[in-house]
């Protein structure tokens, strides 16, 4: 999952976005409502994670011009205020839930993974392909009712194939759905990535799953 979270606190930000990370997502910071403006132009997010008092311009302004540019993204809002008029407010322009600071880091991430199992951004209960199982809400990885320790990057990276199987996926659009803008890495490290994950595979006995496009990039067919 990729995750726009919209903080400006520096500690509570860094928090949030290090729990992110540490369970395999890739997040985006923006400490204010410009950069979270900026951001929003290129629509290639799962999530936002948005706080309201924000300085430049206001969570709530961020949330109405989404909505008003179309954008269904999943919306959730932190904030301090928990009035019920707060709230209220919120959800009319457009949120889709809303959690009042101070909260547990694990109620976020249960949060997000209830958005996305709505309807309208659903991801698949499961994802299969010959004996292959990834359960997206647990994160886990089966081959044949075998377990498959997967690291969170492993994990993201053969995900992000899974969905777009048949599809070629160049090193940097991977690079771009594993890691946030921020990153010092380079987009060479899906290719150790990719070693490893393929290194996991064949010891199952998945030893061809993942195919290269030379020039191109990657695809499982």
Request: overall charge neutral; aromatic content about 4%; glycine content about 6%.
């Amino acid at each position: 999952m990729r995750v726009l979270l919209v903080e400006d606190s520096p500690i509570l930000g860094q928090i949030l976005h290090d729990h992110l990370e540490r369970h395999g997502h890739a997040c985006d910071l923006a400490r204010d409502g410009e950069q979270a403006l900026a951001h929003l132009r290129d629509p290639r997010y799962d999530a936002v994670v948005l706080d309201l008092m924000l300085p430049k311009l206001d969570g709530l302004d961020v949330l109405r011009w989404l909505r008003a540019r179309g954008d269904a993204v999943p919306v959730l809002v932190l904030s301090a205020r928990d009035q019920i008029r707060d709230r209220v407010e919120a959800l009319d322009a457009g949120a889709d839930d809303y959690l009042v600071k101070p909260f547990a880091l694990d109620e976020l991430l249960a949060r997000l993974r209830a958005l996305l199992r709505r309807p309208a951004h659903a991801l698949p209960a499961l994802l299969q392909h010959d004996g292959l199982t990834l359960d997206p809400r647990l994160r886990q990885a089966r081959y044949r009712e075998q377990s498959l320790p997967l690291s969170p990057k492993e994990y993201a990276l053969l995900e992000a194939l899974l969905r777009a199987r048949g599809q070629v996926l160049s090193r940097t659009q991977l690079f771009e759905r594993l890691y946030d803008h921020g990153s010092e890495a380079s987009d060479k490290v899906i290719e150790v990535i990719m070693s490893t994950l393929r290194g996991k595979l064949a010891r199952v006995g998945i030893g061809n799953l993942i195919q290269t496009r030379r020039g191109f990039g990657y695809f499982i067919p």
